[in-house]
Structures are given as C-alpha cells and as structure tokens.
C-alpha cells in the first residue's frame, strides 16, 4: 500500500470529497473544472488557460506514461505548452505510481512535487464531474492532512491573462512574413505551428500595442479566464481592425476578436475541456473533432450585421468560431493547435498564412 | 436538415458469417443485427442469408426475409435472382461475407442483377484484402506497411525471406483472423507453413518481424462527406507476435502518450480517406517501444471482432452507424444512440478502463500446440470494465471461466520453466506471469521475456504486493479496513480475499468463509458502485442503461425505486466449446418476453461478442461478471422479482443452489429440482424410483473396483475422472490397455478423485427431447435424432428434427418418460433430456433443467418459440399447449457442426465424446437429403469433383458404407482406399485405387502424396475405436486433410447420409426457399 497522506476537496457548496495526496503537500484553492480527455496531462497542466484551476480528470488513470523532459528547442518547450504547470491541482481517481514510456524522464508525482502542485487520487471523479454538471464550475479547495486551510480562490475575479502572459517581446522563428502573436496565454504549440509554416513570429504581451510595429497578420492567442478582463487587447484589436491585415484567433483570441467586432461573452455552466468536441463549419457539411478548453463563450446572437457564426458546436449550439463577411478576420473557439488533443483542424494555421 | 439518402434503395440483402469459427464468431451476430435494425428504420426491407440457426439475427422480427444457406456465391446469386434486392451489404458477416461480395462482384454477378454495394466500394475492399494493392496504396501517401513479398511457391518464399532475413512472418492472403499464419526462425520452419498457407490461398506473403513492439488499433468512421471520427483506440497489452484474437487487450490505450495517441489516430484517418472507406474499418498498427516508428499491420474495410469489442467498449454503435452511413447519411444527421440528443459525429470520451481477455478451450483437444501465435485459436472472449487496471484484469480473468479467482489467489499451475514459458507465450500465459511474480522475479527480467510494456506489469504487481498484505493476516477482525477496500478496488474477490486470510481453512469450507468475508465488508460499507457508459465521461446527462460495477467510486448513478418490478435473466458469459451463440438467443428471447409481459429486463452478461450485451435490448444491462459474489451484488441493489437463470447455460445453471440459499427467487423450476438432476447419484436414484432405465454407472475410486464393474458390464466404458491432468475429461476406453493408459495419462485416480465409470452401448441412437413444462406438465416438445450413433457428444453431432428414422413406439416412450421425469421433478421451465435407443429400448443418459443448445434450432423449425414459451412460464403465466398439428412438419431441419480444426495445429479432427465443435448451422430442406447437403455445405463442406479417399475403420463400419461406396462408383468418382478398406470394396466389386498409409514408407502411392497433389477432394477417415491417438497413421491422414483445406468426415453414418445426399440429389435441384415459405 502507498504511503500517502489523506487530502480533502471541499467544494463551495460544502462538498466534500476524500482522496490521497500523491503531488506536493500543500493545501490549495481555485476553479474546480473537469477535463474529459484521456491523454495529455503534461500538455493540460502547462497549458496557460488552466492558470488558477483545480483540474479534474475524468479519464480514472493519470500518470501511466510519466513525463517527458523539460527542454526547449527551438526557443520554446519541446514538450509542454509553456515553461511550468498552470493548474493549481490535479485530481484523478487512480495514480499510477509507476509509469512507462521512452520519453518520460520523471514521474508526475516528481514533476507535481518539484513545481510545487497538489495532486489528488483515489476521488470519485465521475461523482465529482457530475457534481460540476449539474452546479456548475465551483470554486474549491484541497486541504491535505497536516496542511493549513485555505480561503477559496476565485480566479476569474483577477485579470489572469495579465497573469500569464509574457512582459517582453520575443522573435521566434524566420519568414518574409511577419506575424504578430498577442499573448494572452500562449500555448507553445501556437508557436510550433506558426514557425513551421515559414514565418516570423513575434510575441507580444497582451497589452502591447502592436499597431506600432510593422506585420502582415495578427494573431491572438488563447488564454485563461474572463475575456472581460483584457479590454485592453480588445481595443488594440480594433485598432488593427482598420488597416484590413489579416487576423485570427484562438479561443480566448476568438472572444477577444467577437468582443472587439461588438458581440458579448457568456460564462457557461461548466464549459467544454475535452478532445472530443464537435464542430460543424456553418453552411457546409464538413464536420471537425477538435479539442477545447473554455469556460467563457461568444453569444453569436450579438455578433454585428457583418460577421457570422463560421463554426458550430454540434452538441450543444453553441459558437465555436467566427468570420467577417468580407474582410480576412476569423478565429476558433477551439484548438486547432490540439496538443493535446486531434489535429484536425491544423488547417486553420494555412488558412491564415494563405492570406497573408 | 436531414441529408438525401438514396432513396431507391427499397430491399437490401444482408450476408451473415455463417456458424462461429475461431476467427468468426458472435460478433457478427451483433453487427448483422444492428445492420438490420437501421435498415427497418429506414423502413427498407431485407433479405437475410445465414445458415446459422442459432443467431439472434436470424429470429422472427430481424429481417423481413430470411435464407437458411450457405453463404456462397452460388447460393448468394440464386437468392440474388430470386429476391432482387437494390443493395447489398457486405461488412456486416465477417471475412464470409466480405469474401463473398468480393466473388460476386469480380463474376458481374451485382452488375447483372443491378445490386449495389452499399457503403465501402468493393475496390476499396480489395484494395485492403490484397496486400500488394494495399502496400501499394498507403505508399501513395507514404504511410508505412511492413515490409512484405507476396509468393505464390515454396522457393520464392525462401528466396524472400533471405532477403528480409529471419524472423519471418507468413501470411496467407484473403484469410480469416490468420488462418495459416505463423512466425518462422528458420528455413524449414518456413517450408512447413508455406505450404500450408498456399493451400488455402493462391498468394503467401513473407514478411519482416517486428516481434515485441506495441500493437494498438483505432476503430475510424467516415461518411460520404468525408467526416471521420476514431471511436476508439485498443493497445494489446501481448506485444506484437501475438494476434490481436488472442492478445488481452485494453481501452483506451494505456502507455501512449497524446502525441503518440493523436499521431496514429491521424494516421488512421489519413488511410481510411485515401483509401475511400463509406462506414467502418479497422487500422491496425506496430508501434516502437523506443521511439515515434510504426508499421500499419493492417485494414479490415469491415466491421470486425476488434469494432464489436470497440462498440461494447465505448457505448457507440459502430455497426448501426456504418449501416446508416451506406444509406448516404452524414455522421451529423445521426445522433448518439446514448445520450440522444448530442450528435454522432463525436469520439467517446471513457471514464473508466475495459481490458478484453481471450478464452482458450486447448484442453479439449488431442495433440492441439499450446502456444499462442500469430493465428487465432481462441473461442471466445469476454470484457471487464472498471475503474483501474488491476480491478479490470482481475475481473476479466474470472470471467473466462476457467477456474481462475481473479490474477491471484489461484491452484498454483504447473511451470517447469518459467522463462521459457514467459518468452514462448500459451494459453496460460497470464498465469505464468503470476507465478514469476510470486517467486521474485523483478517487472525488468519479466518484460525482457515477454515484451509487454512494463507498466501493465508494475500493475500486476501491485496485484500480487497486495495479495502479500492480506496474507499477513490470519482472521478479518485484524484486517486493517483501508487494506480490505485497496483489495476491492484491486479488483480482488470475497473468495481471494478469504483465502488469503483463511488459508488452509478454506479447504474445508470455502463458501462459508466467503460468505463471511462478503458480510464483514458490508458491515464496514464496502460495497461496489454502479456507474454507466454514458459514451461522455458525464459531461451531457444521459438516460443510459448501460452499466457496470466498480470499487472506485463513491456514489450509485442509478436511482433504485426498490418496486420489485424488475426480472434478472443471467446470460451466458464468454462463448467456449458447448456454449455460444444459441444460449444468447435464449437469452434475448426471454428478454424480450420479460419486456413485453411488462416487466423491466435486467440482463447481466459480459461477452462482448453477444446481441444480449447490446443495451438495446433490455431495460437494464449490467455488463458485468456472473458469479455468485456479483450476482448478488447486483440483486442487492436491484431487489428484482426474481432471477431466471435456465437461458445462459450452464454458467448461470450452476449458481441455482448458491442462490437460493440467499433467499433468492428464482423463477421455474427450483434449486432443488435442479441439484436432483445434476446431481448423478441423486438423479439416478429418482430414475431407479420412477423405473426408468439407465446406462449402468457407478463412481469409483480404485483400479480394482474399476475392473470389477467393467467385469459386469464389459467394454467399452465411459470414463469420466472428476480431476483431470490433461487432455480432455471424458473418453471411451474399449480395452483394459486403453483404459490403463487414459487413467495413468489423463486422470487421478483417488479417493479424492473418483471416476465414474458407466457402461457405453455401441450402435445405439441417441435422441433428444426439448421441453417447456408448467408444473410437471409438459407443454412444447420437440423430439430430434442424431444421425451418428451415440458417442459423438451432442453438441458435434449432425441432428435431424422432426425424427425421420425413429419407431412410433420409440417416441411414444421418450414421451411417456420425459412427462415421468418433468412431473417427478415439477419442472417449471425449459428442460432437455438425452436419450439412447437401441431397437426400442430406451435409456436415460442426462437431465438439464435449462434450455439447451438445440432450443434455437427446434424453435425455428417448429416455428414455436421454445424460450417465448418457457419465460411465461416462469413468469407465472399460465400457457396453453398448441394444437397437435403444429407439431407436424412436412420439411426437415438439419443441424450440423462447425469444427475449426485448421486453426488448431496438430489437434486430430476426430470426433469423441468430449465435444470439440466451434458452432453450427441449421437448414431446412424438403426432405433430409436437400437439408443435410444444404447444412454440410454451410459448414464447409464441399461436393467433390474428382476423387474420393476412404479408409473406413472395422468391419462394421466398412460394410455400413458400402452402400455409399457403390453410389460413388456409380456416380463415376474415382475411389482411393487404404489397404483395408480397398480389399473390402474389392471384394465387393468396387474398383477402387490402393493407397499406402504414412507407416507404409516405402509403399506407393502414399495417401499423403495423393492429399498434397490434390488428387482427392474428400476425404472419409473413420478411426477403428473411440479412442484417439496422436501419432498414428489415422491421425496423419485427418491433420493432412485438415491442413490441406480437403472435405473430410470421420463418422460413418454421417458421411454415408452425405455421400447419399450429394449423389442423388444435383445441386441445382435444391430449393432456394426462405424461412417463412416452409
């Protein structure tokens, strides 16, 4: 039997759910949000959008294949989605104590331990998620055995895309393109797959003012939290909006560009983090598995005279992309840079560049 | 916005798989049924062929149409022209079927007829069943394939596998679950299996091996839109080497990363675009252990056993979907049968863990190779779900029924040499795991040996470290409760846990110290939950039915209402040697009764190849394990009205007594009436009591006694030990050398472990009574006769129904004593009794108060469901007899067997008292030749030709041939005889050619020589005695005979009635008639 110290997530409404500690021993607090995918978590914890979530893994085992090493190459992680974990915890039903896998270097619990992040197993996960589905996102707490208590967190009331996104201007790769990255929360795949498309990419933080610098395209990353939190970027966004360059968005990127055309945002009750999300391109009949991780919506219903709804959820209704009708501006609620998750929609990224 | 779906499309004719073989089994019962269900709700009408009587699909209510053929171009194209469907589907019956479609289509056969291929292309089909094609078009898009020559002779193979250098892998091309494949270290290794594989297919390929790396598979969908979806992934947790068929296999994969899971899925969709798949298909990969290489293994452009699995795995009906996507529907106009309302176009997201484990039955064959391979041999599988790996496997390998508690806790197996039996894997594989772990051997040294990925073994060996725990300590009040619940989630049974805490005490008592240890977690609240597949990891509700039980987790997702409305039918878990398809009908059927008598069905069943498992089906389905301990676990929770467990076979049968001592009610016939006919001494007793005669027997325990009963009843004997050492566990021994041996060899002989012995009567017919009795009243019956003598077991044995060969007086008798029997046991239920009748002497040789194998097969030739009949009957319904011309047939059906001896290396193809058959078929024909020529056919069997090779065993048996022989001669076959058997025609003015046995070297023709130059194309080999033997030359006729693909009939009564049937009745002449019209 491992010898694991008891840790307790109590919920907002008073929920209490008892598991194990396998991570760092401390007690923590923020947005308890469900992930349905079953593969990933290195991506899933590094990926900025989880910055101030407690994230739950249906998938019942975690840690079957360790992790890999953290490197860079070619200036961003070789392997994670930004240079540390996001997430304020994770909670699984079963931890796999021992892993396997020619990559990994380490195991989660090391990696948990070394970044100073919670882990919990041995919680009913499916209970759990179902809790959250009914109620909704909560906020939470995970109290480990010897630890002090803590208040609940709640992230959304803080701007975490200031949080998370970079201070400096960074250049990543080379092209006779240049395409500016607003960096909300950038996962480094966005990078990957920009570079690898024979550009200039130029990272900017979230508040810079990229109307001062020459570039050909746009593009707006995703990133964590409420998208009515960086107006700022907003009204840079619709600065660019006059000079006709192209842009596109990646999630919160397609909020940020929804707000900037006029529409609104919603929070949803429990939003989409899964592989496995449906997406139809509105009037077609092509279908996409994509990948997400949202908790904010646009309500397409509020989208001005010239622009549309370009993608649909098809479980649900709801948006999952737009487009101006006459001009080169789009973007996804989903992740077409996947990682994790289908590559399907890489698609986008040449959609983008072809019009640049 | 529905899509336009071609609406043109009005009849479609559906192609079964025929009866289950290894490599073909229930599972394309299910795919076949759900095909059939999304056409009816299309309304389009359907035309079924399938031979394979015992099938849900082929039950009133399926199809509109159904044939009872062979699923054979010949056959296809006369139903073809009789019905003219406007489409055809060719995905939904197997490699049968596929092939099948493939013929029709390269002969115009579709294009004269103006059917239509619905969904995948045939090209496409092609175009992943020839492996040249197929290398040639994923190198198209520069997918990897392993690399592969195709060979048509023995020495390109040599010169091919030099190139490639050794290990090889050889594959026969168009073949079932690889059929005549294998690995080869060495030349001559190479040359036996290539010859063999060429015969029975033009074209061998030789491959590089890539023996130890991963093989995953992803099942993808597409539409005609292009839209595709894997729905599931499956990593075998038996690297590569191992076929997939034979491989314990979980979902989803386990030790692959996201980017090696999303690498291969987009892969996958990558060929089955490019290759222009409309529904399902199969990608097989190896995967490198040590980087991001692989090799596509293979396309199946089919529904496959790997999709029912997937299906069952993940709640998506793959099979319904394909079908609907053959119409010409998007994915987007579907929903997700699940939750209802989200879409179709989705991949199922799993909050829980499926490991599927294959089922062996080696042991009931003679000579059979233990080891397991590139080929199929298993017959059957079952599934676990759960919430860790650990309770998954332990779950699972209780369920294969084999008297494994779970990874530990076992009668320690017998391994002389554990690392050679961990680096050359056999049917006990798992087990040899197990034992190398109790002694010591480290995760490390054990991957080495095997290749399995090392974190399936840490978790076992978290198993086995946990079992140590427990062992520590000697009564439950010391068991520290937090260890109790890791064991249960570990998926350790009460039993596993009282005996490691009880110990040796268990000896003595085992169901009392499993009671207690089941009485003492519920007094601490360790109890399982039931939580459902609900295809979304709970993030849409759903109204699913779809459930399992599990130790991780703390909360119920089902709401009990407690209102006793609930009937729980017991199916028939993993299908096995005397157990398939037919009790799945059973099973369905009183399903299907409970639901309509307005009751809620409650199914518990775990063999993922079955219609029952299919959520559909009833109001409840617990995909979960049938023993006692579950099966209470589940009652507890359900609190149902009653149990019927007289439809799944044994497997529920046996826990009659167990459960009724709970307090359980169980509907019909009690617990007690069933232990008095299971019981052998208790039941004999009755007979004795009712002066109902009885093949005499007694139970023994010494040599002596042994030879002072058979002083009283003379040769042969039925032995039966109650401890087997190995081979199989019944034989007739004919002499007191026979006997020695079979005792020394095969069986104990102890106090511990009688025998029983029973006096075996020679040329006696055996007859079969299946029955529905209400209150010791019998209200159906249907009588049948086997066409070979008693000592083929029931279930190889060829059986006609309505009797054609039986006195009045004789059945007068079975009547009076199956109603003596029903009436003395007060049976309430289904029954079948087995009978022996010599001149019109009647003697009892068994009792089962269940159904039986035949119930499907006597249901659809009476046209009276037996099943329908019987659950009323437990339900309490009161039911009427039918009228007496009900029971007069003017047709015959006749039920044959399916052998899958090809697949089983070195096993000898004889027919014993064990029984050995894989499944069966049913036809109907106007008499009993037209329905015998049909079912033989349906089995395999092909008219001959050209040449005929007998060798037809004792005097008695040559001479009850003769007959045949003449019919032969006279039909201008050309007859080959062994020395015997040649004189004797000879003497009887048959000319006939002489050949030489294998023990008659120097001799020519040699009979092998003849095999192999394809001069013969039957073959009639009936051994001298009942007695098998692995080496003679009897033996190597039969095994050339299989190995060759040639026809052959070892039984003397069967092969005459056949001989008789092909020459007196021209193939043309057999009536193309579906079930209905009879």
């Known amino acids: 039997m491992q010898n694991t110290k008891r840790a307790t997530l109590i919920l907002e409404d008073g929920t209490r759910f008892e598991g194990k500690s396998f991570g760092y021993e401390a007690s923590t607090a923020g947005e308890v949000v469900f992930n349905t995918a079953m593969t990933g978590y290195p991506e899933s914890l590094t990926d900025p959008s989880y910055e101030g979530q407690i994230l739950v893994t249906t998938y019942p085992l975690l840690g079957n294949y360790g992790v890999p090493p953290k490197r860079e190459k070619d200036d961003v992680s070789e392997y994670y989605e930004s240079d540390h974990i996001h997430a304020r915890a994770i909670i699984a039903q079963d931890y796999s104590f021992d892993h396997s896998h020619w990559q990994a270097d380490r195991s989660l619990a090391q990696w948990l331990q070394e970044e100073k992040i919670p882990g919990i197993y041995g919680i009913d996960t499916r209970a759990l998620t179902k809790h959250l589905r009914e109620k909704g996102s909560m906020l939470g707490k995970i109290i480990v055995e010897g630890c002090d208590d803590v208040e609940f967190y709640d992230p959304n009331k803080e701007n975490l895309v200031a949080k998370v996104s970079t201070d ?185 560049i072809k019009l640049l | 916005m529905a899509t336009n779906v071609n609406s043109e499309i009005k009849k479609v004719l559906l192609l079964g798989s025929g009866a289950l073989k290894i490599g073909e089994a229930g599972e394309f019962d299910y795919s076949g049924s759900q095909a059939l269900k999304a056409m009816k709700e299309e309304g389009i009408s359907t035309v079924l062929i399938n031979p394979n009587i015992a099938t849900v699909q082929t039950s009133d209510g399926f199809a509109d149409k159904i044939y009872f053929l062979p699923v054979t171009p010949y056959f296809v194209e006369k139903v073809i022209a009789r019905e003219k469907p406007d489409g055809i589907l060719l995905a939904f019956g197997g490699q049968t079927a596929l092939n099948c479609g493939v013929e029709l289509y390269r002969s115009g056969v579709l294009e004269k007829y103006g059917v239509k291929v619905l969904g995948t292309p045939v090209q496409a089909i092609m175009d992943t069943e020839d492996r040249e094609l197929f290398v040639k078009k994923l190198d198209e898009i520069d997918i990897k394939t392993i690399k592969s020559e195709a060979v048509s002779s023995v020495p390109d193979a040599l010169e091919a596998a030099n190139r490639l250098g050794f290990p090889v892998i050889v594959r026969a091309a168009y073949a079932l679950g690889g059929l005549g494949s294998g690995f080869c270290d060495n030349e001559q290794e190479l040359i036996a299996l290539t010859e063999k594989a060429l015969s029975f297919s033009p074209q061998v390929l030789v491959e590089k091996s890539l023996k130890g790396w991963k093989e995953v598979e992803y099942e993808v969908v597409r539409d005609r839109f292009d839209n595709c979806i894997t729905v599931c992934n499956m990593e075998n947790f038996d690297p590569l080497g191992i076929h997939t068929g034979e491989s314990i296999v979980v979902a989803p994969s386990q030790t692959l990363t996201n980017e090696d899971y999303h690498y291969l899925r987009k892969l996958a969709i990558k060929i089955i675009r490019h290759i222009g798949i409309v529904g399902e298909c199969n990608v097989q990969y190896a995967f ?135 680096a050359e894997p056999t049917d006990k594989r798992i087990f040899v795991i197990a034992s190398a772990l109790e002694k010591g051997y480290s995760v490390d040294k054990i991957h080495e040996l095997t290749k399995i990925d090392r974190w399936f073994l840490y978790r076992l060996q978290n198993i086995v470290t946990t079992s140590h725990l427990l062992q520590d300590f000697n009564s439950l009040e010391d068991l520290p409760a937090d260890l109790l619940r890791l064991a249960k989630e570990q998926g350790f049974s009460d039993f596993q846990v009282a005996r490691s805490i009880f110990k040796s005490e268990m000896k003595n008592n085992a169901e009392k110290y499993n009671l207690k240890v089941r009485e003492y977690r519920k007094g601490l609240g360790i109890v399982p939950v039931v939580k459902q597949i609900d295809t979304l990891a709970a993030e849409y509700p759903a109204q699913t039915n779809y459930l399992y039980l599990t130790y991780n987790g703390s909360e119920n997702d089902i709401t009990y209402l407690h209102d006793h409305r609930s009937i729980v039918v017991l199916g028939s878990g993993a299908y096995r040697i005397g157990s398939s398809v037919e009790f799945d009908w059973c099973s369905v059927n009183a399903l299907l009764t409970v639901k309509k008598e307005g009751w809620r069905s409650v199914m518990i069943n775990y063999n993922p190849e079955t219609v029952s498992t299919d959520y559909d089906m009833c109001d409840r389905l617990y995909f979960d394990e049938l023993t006692f301990e579950r099966v209470m676990d589940i009652l507890d929770m359900e609190t149902p009205h009653g149990v019927i467990l007289s439809v799944g076979g044994q497997i529920p049968n046996n826990l009659a007594t167990r459960l009724d001592e709970r307090g359980v009610n169980i509907l019909g016939t009690t617990a007690k009436s069933i232990d008095n006919a299971e019981d052998r001494n208790k039941f004999s007793a009755m007979l004795d009591r009712l002066g109902i005669d009885q093949p005499r027997w007694r139970e023994l325990t010494s040599f002596e006694d042994i030879n002072k009963f058979i002083d009283e009843v003379g040769f042969p004997v039925l032995v ?295 001069e013969i194309d039957l073959v009639v080999n009936v051994p001298k005695n009942l007695t098998p033997t692995e080496l003679g030359n009897g033996h190597k006729i039969r095994r050339a005979a299989i190995d060759l693909n040639i026809p052959l009939l070892t039984n003397a009564r069967l092969a005459s009635a056949f001989i008789n049937a092909f020459c007196t009745l021209p193939l043309d002449d057999i009536e193309i008639k579906p079930w209905d019209e009879y």
């Open chain 2, 288 to 422: 490198d252990p040590q980087s991001m290489d692989y090799r596509v293994i293979e396309v199946n452009a089919r529904l496959s056993r790997s999709s029912a699995l997937a299906s069952k795995a993940t709640g998506y009906p793959l099979a319904f979907v394909a079908a609907k996507l053959g119409l010409g529907y998007g994915l987007f106009d579907l929903k997700n049968s699940v939750t209802k309302e989200t879409s179709a176009f989705f991949e199922p997201a799993l909050d829980y863990i499926v490991c599927k484990i294959p089922r062996w039955d080696l042991g009931k064959f003679h000579g059979v190779r233990r080891e397991i391979g590139s080929s199929m041999k298993s017959v059957g599988e079952v599934m676990a779900i759960g919430r860790t790996f650990e309770e998954v496997i332990q779950k699972g390998l209780r369920m294969i029924g084999q008297g494994m508690h779970g990874f530990t806790g076992n009668k320690e197996i017998a391994v002389e040499d554990i690392d050679k039996a961990l």
């Open chain 1, 168 to 352: 400096k201007v960074h250049e990543f790769g080379s092209g006779d393109k240049t395409v500016v990255l607003v960096d909300c929360g950038v996962k480094h795949n966005i990078i990957r797959c920009l570079v690898r498309r024979g550009v200039k990419v130029v990272l900017v933080p979230w508040d810079y003012d990229f109307n001062t610098i020459p570039y050909d395209g746009l593009f707006i990353s995703n990133g964590p939290g409420n998208p009515d939190m960086a107006e700022k970027t907003v009204e840079n966004i619709r600065k660019a909006m006059t000079t006709g360059k192209p842009i596109c968005g990646i999630c919160m990127g397609n909020q940020l560009l929804s707000k900037a055309a006029g529409a609104k945002t919603y929070k949803l009750k429990y939003g989409h983090r899964s592989h496995n999300q449906p997406v139809r391109k509105v009037g077609t009949d092509n279908c996409f598995v994509t990948s997400q991780n949202h908790g904010y919506a646009v309500d397409s219903t509020t989208l001005p005279q010239e622009w549309e709804p370009m993608f649909v959820n098809m479980n649900d209704g709801t948006n999952e992309g737009i487009r101006h009708k006459t001009k080169p501006y789009f973007s996804a609620q989903f992740h077409p840079e996947a990682s994790s998750g289908p590559k399907d929609t890489e698609f986008i990224f040449d959609d983008f």
């Open chain 2, 720 to 1014: 039966r030990p109650s401890y087997v050492l190995s081979g199989a566990a019944m034989n007739v021994c004919s002499n007191p050398d026979e006997l020695e041996r079979f005792l020394r060899l095969a069986a104990n002989v102890s106090k511990q472990h009688p025998v029983v012995v029973s006096e075996f009567i020679q040329n006696a017919k055996e007859i079969e009574m299946d029955a529905v009795a209400q209150n010791g009243e019998i209200k159906v019956y249907a009588i049948s006769e086997h066409i070979e003598y008693a000592g083929v077991h029931s279930g190889d044995a060829t059986i006609q129904f309505p009797p054609q060969k039986l006195y009045v007086e004789t059945m007068r008798r079975i009547k009076k004593v199956s109603s003596q029997i029903a009436k003395a046991l007060n049976i309430s239920g289904p029954f079948n009794i087995q009978f022996l009748a010599k001149n019109n002497d009647i003697k009892v040789i068994e009792c089962n108060l269940r159904a039986s194998r035949s119930f499907p097969f006597v249901s659809k030739v009476l046209k009276i469901n037996f099943i329908d009949i019987a659950t009323k009957v437990m339900l309490g319904i009161p039911v009427e007899k039918p009228h007496k011309n009900a029971f007069d047939l003017d047709y015959v059906g006749i039920k044959a067997s399916q052998f899958s001896f090809s697949r089983l290396q070195g096993a000898d193809p004889v027919l014993g008292v064990d029984m050995s058959s894989t499944g069966e078929v049913g036809c109907i024909g106007v008499d009993t030749s037209e329905a015998l020529l049909k079912a033989m056919m349906s089995v395999g069997l092909r008219i001959p030709k050209k040449g005929i090779l007998l060798s037809t065993g004792s005097a008695k048996q040559k001479a009850d041939m003769l007959d045949a022989a003449h019919q032969l001669h006279n039909k201008g076959y050309r007859i080959y005889a062994t020395t015997g058997t040649h004189q004797f025609l000879n003497d009887n003015g048959i000319p006939a050619v002489k050949v030489y046995w294998p023990s008659q070297a120097d001799m020519q023709p040699q009979a092998l020589q003849m095999l192999h130059d394809k």
